[in-house]
């Protein structure tokens, strides 16, 4: 996901996908755990999705 498609984002939008994201997440792990991930890469991917969105968060509370 690209920062800037998720500048174009509202709050709302951005705090939606944080839980969309958070819950793929959670998934993700079982899967780790059970030995059925496939794609290793996702779970980095989405923790760095994860990352995007509360800096933007962030920063939009400052303005």
């Known amino acids: 996901m690209k ?3 998720l500048r174009a984002k509202s ?4 705090r939606e996908e944080l839980v969309s994201l958070k819950k793929e997440q959670f998934n993700l792990r079982f899967q780790a755990a059970s030995g059925q991930l496939e794609n290793t890469a996702r ?7 994860v990352a995007r969105i509360y800096t933007l968060l ?5 303005a």
């Open 58 to 62: 962030g920063q939009q509370a400052e």
């Open 11 to 14: 709050q709302d939008e951005l």
């Open 43 to 49: 779970v980095r991917d989405i923790r760095r999705d």
């Open 3 to 5: 920062t800037s498609d």
